[in-house]
């Protein structure tokens, strides 16, 4: 049985709100060069020349946030590769939750017309966290699910195809 840290803790540690409006977290790119498994089983395979702009002590917190949220806890986290979709010749836009092998792809490819940040690269993680975890627990796990709103998992918020807070 895998030992988990209180949520409390891991926001803490984490130095981001989860869910919040950005203004706590900092656009600080965070490489690995090895893969990183957390408490939760999230397991974040490293890629390069960077992975995101939020590290991944704060990608376990968000992934607890969504699963107490949602109701669904102890939920074995997914994998998560963040990866340039122009070199995987994928066209599946900003990311995805890929169902079969339970993995959460983040495009890092600067050119979609979203700016990454670290607020950007959290509501990616939340949206496709809760695929995850509705998938596993047997609840529908698509967008009309009324839990990706009340968990603050919708995603990015966009203007007219250029990334913006409000």
């Not at 949220?69 to 066209?91: H, L, R, S």
């Not at 990311?95 to 690269?121: H, W």
């Not at 509501?123 to 967008?143: A, K, Q, S, T, V």
Request: hydrophobic share 35%; charged share 20%.
């Amino acid at each position: 049985m895998r030992r988990r840290l209180p949520p409390l803790i891991l926001l803490l540690l984490a130095g981001c709100t989860a869910g919040g409006d950005g203004d706590s977290c900092r656009d600080v790119a965070h490489e690995y060069t090895y893969d990183v498994v957390g408490e939760t089983g999230l397991v974040l395979v490293a890629t390069t020349p960077y992975v995101s702009f939020i590290s991944f002590e704060e990608m376990e917190a968000e992934y607890i946030d969504v699963e107490y949220c949602a109701a669904n806890t102890n939920t074995p986290g997914p994998y998560v590769i963040f990866t340039d979709f122009d070199n995987e010749d994928w066209q599946r836009g900003l990311a995805f939750y890929y169902y079969a092998i339970q993995t959460a792809y983040i495009n890092t490819n600067n050119y979609t017309g979203i700016q990454r940040t670290c607020v950007s690269d959290r509501e990616f993680l939340r949206h496709e966290f809760m695929h995850h975890i509705l998938y596993l627990n047997g609840e529908e796990p698509g967008h009309t699910n009324p839990k990706f709103a009340a968990c603050d998992a919708l995603g990015p918020k966009t203007c007219n195809g250029e990334y913006c807070e409000d």
